[in-house]
Every structure is written in C-alpha cells, then in structure tokens.
Nanobody, 120 residues
Framework: QVQLMESGGGLVPPGGSLRLSCAAS??????????MGWYRQGEGKQRDLVAR???????DYADSVKGRFTISKDDVKNLVYLQMNSLLPEDTDVYYC????????????WGQGTQVTVSS
C-alpha cells in the first residue's frame, strides 16, 4: 500500500520560510506516479491546490503563492518538496501531499497533513 508522509510544518513568523517534505513509501513496480503536489485546507474550507508537478514538464501554482513557493522533487528518494518563502498569515493551513497516477488528485493517494501556522 502506497503511503505518503509529510514533514516540515510548524510555526513561523510572517515573512519567514519553511520547507515541507513528502516521502512516498510502499511503492511497487505497477504503481506509477505521474503527478505529485501539495494542497492546503483551512477549517471548514475545501482543499485547494498549492502547487503540483505533472510529470512530462507541467507545473501549476496557485496564483496566491506564485513567486513565493517552489515545488521540486527527488526522483531517487521519491521525495517532493515545497519551499515556502515570504510566508503570510493567510498561508496558515493544513498542507497535504498528493501523489499517484492521475491528474485528478482525489483519485490519488493523500498524506495525513502537516500544520503550517504563520503568526507573530
């Protein structure tokens, strides 16, 4: 069973930086990862795209994070990162990793989430 584990969340003041990591385990030869990404969800809100990579060269960012956040991956270690700079209080959310064969995230595997809080 494929599992995703996020790490790197925490409390940071406005203007600070955090790097989130997502490690994939339980991968097997029949499981292809064609998309990996980060989503976030506030209490009582829907889960929204932050950034994702569609293998083959496409990268998408939410307009609110363009120029501040960068998604990257390590194919050897099966890791995906989210570097978050110039953090704002409105970036406070639970951040979820998503990966799998499909472009539609709800058809893929989700991690358990990591809390990011931006506050002074």
């Amino acid at each position: 069973q494929v599992q995703l584990m996020e790490s790197g969340g925490g409390l940071v003041p406005p203007g600070g930086s955090l790097r989130l990591s997502c490690a994939a385990s339980g991968l097997h030869g029949n499981f292809r990862i064609n998309a990996m990404g980060w989503y976030r969800q506030g209490e009582g809100k829907q889960r929204d795209l932050v950034a994702r990579m569609i293998f083959g060269g496409r990268t998408d960012y939410a307009d609110s994070v363009k120029g501040r956040f960068t998604i990257s991956k390590d194919d050897v270690k099966n890791l995906v990162y989210l570097q978050m700079n110039s953090l704002l209080p409105e970036d406070t959310d639970v951040y979820y990793c998503n990966a799998g064969p499909y472009v539609v995230p709800d058809m893929n595997t989700w991690g358990q989430g990591t809390q990011v809080t931006v506050s002074s």
